[in-house]
């Protein structure tokens, strides 16, 4: 497949939604989307929403120069906040594909899971721990006895 | 164009094929197995890597149409409220599914007779009942003697760890004084037959790393391929099964791991290619004798397919619950609405099947498309809402068999081999719309009970296309059924179907115990009337 790499204004653009979709929380030091790799992750797993989204990016930024008479990456975050809001209440598939896969790549980065305190590692071999529960509780189910219907 | 015969040939290694094989090899004839995929090596399942999430979503997705492997076909599923979820390798449907394991009752085998509606099975729970527990012991189950919502049996393991969320709905079904269970899982709790015990992956639906899960490759097939007889070649895809002038099968024509077209003859000849794959070959097995497709004078193959319509309800609580983790699909069902009660609009009924919490990614995704989880500074708050703190019933719905839920052949869509492809029609029936209403509104009030403080109901579910059944049914009648009591075809005597094709109902419950119930009962039929079976 002939994967078209995005310019550097467009990693500039792009950077700055993906804040717009995921900003940081300092208090709880999680990072922001545009800090978690999220042009490797979409050449590894999604290769074929490169250019797709290439050319997204030039349409957004046509779109919010007709607006703003300015770049995208000139907009404040209220501004361009507001400006990929209406995009998407327009139903641009586009931008939700996009946040989409921004969710997929942020919510399995390792320094995002580990200060959610998730498991940042592949589940096997380690697993987790659960408790067995209380089979105690069953006792009123017995104690109503048989609800099956006998033929 | 190689040839070759044998005496018995099983098309498909999934759950039937592999209950059926391990008893037929007794026999000590020569077993051959074809299987168009691949056998699965465990290193590669998702849930050993980090990124298994969107692993799980590609390469292990549910849906052919978007998993696209070599060994899939693809299916046209577009005049269908459901789509198909399946899996071709050895193994078959078990690779992926969850392992949630609740027999049919002994209701579901008579609905004609008890409700007027469907068809009676021409046998009973009873004829099955030791099929199922020597399935039980051959796959590993879990599970706790003593339901009120079946006859007793054993399970040779204990139950598999409900966590607190089990705890905590059980409380909530406890208040309303309703039926709950834990569930009879397809997972071992403890070591058990050379296998290692559930760690708790949590992503069971994407295959087990651990062997824990039993699929039937890990359950079955190792032992049956240790037996004398028995072969299983994996790459292989029937396009057809021939038969000759008096109406007996003669083999197969398939195409190699190479592409090259090849013919297998064989004495008796077994599908077991499930509720789609089934009707699909008979239908390319067109000749002068059968015109319409092999078996289906009765012109009943294809017809009456049946899913398990679904829903799906989402119930937040306040508290860490831990739900994410566990078994996937397996935790705890209630049969409070399994039998038929007028009173509530619709015949029949359906299981709440209570499942663990989402991962993080789907917590993220499906919380998006709803509005829950936002972009921007509401983003973080909202996600840890739900992470871990989320229980999820599912209503499985039985569903009736009508005519005009089919599978037939696709004009124009074909596999890689040029195999035209499977078509499905498929539309809810009044009947069943108003039960999943019923179920997703009782699975409200159970989460509710339970304490959540936010729920979310989905329904009709599309993506739900587990289950696969009906499209060959057994019965007596040859002129509305396609196989016999003991799944030999009305119109070819050494043919067998043994798979959930041959459902005449669906019940309200994942139906792999009851198919492989079926095929080991199935095969005891051949066994014992080996003789006389073709006269």
């Known amino acids: 497949m002939d994967i078209k790499k995005f310019n550097e204004d467009q990693i500039l653009d792009l950077n700055k939604i993906l804040k717009i979709i995921i900003p940081p929380d300092k208090i709880k030091g999680l990072p922001g989307a545009d800090e978690i790799k999220f042009i490797e992750f979409i050449e590894k797993f999604h290769p074929y929403f490169i250019e797709e989204l290439s050319k997204e990016l030039i349409a957004i930024q046509s779109s919010a120069e007709r607006k703003y008479s300015r770049k995208i990456v000139d907009l404040n975050e209220a501004e361009l906040f507001s400006f990929l809001s209406e995009l998407k209440s327009a139903n641009d598939s586009l931008l939700n594909d996009l946040t989409l896969l921004v969710y997929e790549c942020y919510y399995q980065h390792q320094s995002v899971l580990e200060i959610l305190k998730m498991t940042a590692r592949a589940p096997f071999p380690e697993g987790h721990k659960v408790m067995k529960g209380d089979l105690k509780l069953l006792d009123p189910v017995i104690k109503k006895g048989r609800i099956y219907m006998e033929v | 164009m190689k040839e070759d015969i044998v005496d018995i040939l099983v098309i498909g290694a999934g759950a039937s094929s592999a209950a059926a094989v391990s008893n037929l090899s007794s026999l000590g004839v020569n077993i051959l197995c074809l299987e168009q995929g691949d056998w699965m090596n465990t290193n590669e399942y998702p849930s050993n890597f980090k990124n298994w999430q969107t692993i799980r979503d590609q390469q292990f997705n549910q849906s ?357 492809a499977p078509k499905i029609t498929y539309q809810l029936s009044d009947n069943s719309r108003k039960m999943l209403n019923h179920g997703l509104e009782q699975a409200r009030i159970a989460l509710e009970a339970a304490g959540a403080k936010e729920i979310f109901s989905h329904g009709q579910v599309r993506e739900s296309g587990w289950h696969n059944m009906g499209t060959a049914r057994m019965g007596l009648d040859p002129d509305n059924s396609v196989v016999n009591e003991w799944g030999q075809s009305h119109d070819v005597k050494n043919l067998f179907i043994i798979d959930g094709s041959v459902f005449v109902t669906s019940g309200a419950v994942n139906p792999t115990t009851t198919i492989q119930a079926l095929a080991l009962y199935i095969s005891d039929q051949i066994k014992n009337n080996i003789t006389t079976i073709f006269s």
Request: hydrophobic share 30%.
């Open chain 2, 64 to 420: 052919p149409n978007i998993r696209k492997r070599e060994t899939d076909y693809p299916i046209n599923e577009e005049d269908s409220e459901i789509e198909v979820a399946n899996f071709n390798g050895v193994g078959g449907g078990t690779i992926l599914y969850s392992g949630h394991f609740p027999r049919m009752k002994p209701s579901d085998f008579s609905v004609k007779s008890l409700d007027g509606v469907g068809e009676d099975w021409p046998i009973s729970y009873t004829t099955l009942e030791p099929y199922f527990a020597q399935n039980d012991i051959n796959m590993g189950v879990s599970g706790l003697k003593g339901d009120p919502a079946i006859p007793e049996h054993e399970l040779p393991l204990p139950p598999i760890a409900m966590g607190r969320m089990g705890e905590v709905i059980g409380r909530g079904f406890n208040k309303l004084g309703w039926h709950w269970w834990p569930s009879d899982t397809a997972i071992i709790s403890e070591d058990y037959d050379g296998r290692a015990k559930c760690i708790n992956l949590s992503p069971c639906n994407s295959g087990c790393s651990q062997g824990a899960k039993s699929s039937v490759d890990v359950a079955y097939w190792h032992k049956n391929l240790r037996k004398r007889g028995v072969e299983l070649k994996t790459r292989c895809r029937v396009r057809e099964i021939l038969v000759d002038e008096k109406d007996r099968a003669k083999g197969v024509i398939y195409y190699d791991e190479n592409g090259v077209e090849c013919r297998q003859f064989a004495e008796i000849v077994i599908i077991a290619c499930n509720g789609i794959g089934t009707p699909r070959i008979l239908l390319n097995s067109k000749s002068k004798y059968f015109p319409d497709g092999l078996s289906n004078r009765s012109g009943m193959v294809g017809k009456n397919l049946m899913f398990h319509p679904w829903g799906r309800v989402e119930g937040t609580f306040e508290e860490m619950l831990d739900s994410h983790l566990g078994p996937q699909g397996s935790c705890v069902l209630s049969h409070e609405f399994y039998e038929t009660d007028q009173q509530r609009g619709f015949l029949r009924g359906y299981t709440l099947q209570v499942v663990r919490g989402q991962p993080p990614v789907n917590i993220a995704k499906w919380g998006y498309k709803r509005g829950a989880v936002p972009w921007g500074t509401q983003h973080h708050e909202s996600f840890q809402k739900y992470y871990g703190k989320q229980i999820q019933i599912e209503v499985c719905c039985e569903d009736l068999p009508e005519i005009s839920n089919t599978v037939t052949l696709d004009p124009n869509l074909k596999d890689c081999h040029g195999i035209p």
